[in-house]
């Protein structure tokens, strides 16, 4: 399964640079994405992979919180992911 990153998780004055909201492909219901919690989601940087791993759902539209391994690049917003 395939997903995007959407953004960072973030309030009005802080961003979380490990936790990244991402939208799932074929999935948009809060309660779809909420079967996706604990699955393993992998990043390809180019050089290696960032692993995650799904934490919670994110909205009511199907979007998840990924929480990555610390180290992910700004340039990953709007990459794909793949979600096992």
Known sequence: MQGTI?????????????HMIVIVDGI???EKAAELVGKKVTYNTGQKDMTG?????HGN????RVIF???MPG?????????E
């Open 28 to 30: 948009s219901t809060r």
């Open 69 to 71: 391994e610390t180290g």
């Open 53 to 57: 791993k799904v934490a919670s759902p």
């Open 6 to 18: 959407n953004s960072y998780k973030r309030s009005i004055k802080r961003t979380s640079q490990r």
């Open 75 to 83: 340039q990953s917003v709007g990459g794909k992911v793949q979600i």
């Open 61 to 64: 539209k199907g979007a998840v």
